[in-house]
């Protein structure tokens, strides 16, 4: 599932545990997006947070692990507690980016039963009334 606002895109996959999108998960990510965007002028741009937090709204009791960073926010559902968040992230690329890639299939033995990432979207230009033609 994807979804827009003014200045992020939302990508979601469907939970492998109940079939369906998850709304815990998005208002999680939500969360953490506002967040990030509340932190900006106080910190750098390379800044990043990693967390968990348990989905209490989640019929299944899923933990979503996430990295945040100004550019883009991963949450992953389910994840095994020992497995790197670099491992989760570089799955997260087959998943989410358009770039081919593939990965030995003992890295994640148990994938994310879910996960989303934002990525932040670029402003849009601002027209001025000049730039307009006359109808």
């Known amino acids: 599932m994807i979804w827009k606002t003014k200045t992020h895109e939302f990508s979601a996959t469907v939970c492998q545990r ?46 979503a692990r996430f990295r945040a960073r100004q550019d883009q926010i991963r949450v992953y559902c389910g994840a095994e507690p ?23 299939a003992d890295v994640l033995a148990h994938p994310p039963c879910a996960m989303l990432e934002v990525s932040t979207l670029a402003p849009s230009p601002v027209a001025h009334p000049e730039q307009h033609a006359a109808l």
Do not use: N, W
């Open 82 to 104: 020992d497995v790197s968040t670099d491992s989760l992230d570089s799955y997260a690329d087959m998943m989410f980016t358009d770039t081919f890639r593939s990965l030995p």
């Open 18 to 63: 109940t079939g369906k999108t998850c709304p815990a998960l998005a208002q999680v990510a939500r969360v953490i997006t506002q967040a990030i965007e509340t932190a900006a002028p106080a910190t750098t741009p390379d800044f990043q947070v990693e967390g968990s937090s348990e989905l209490s709204h989640c019929p299944e009791g899923c933990t």
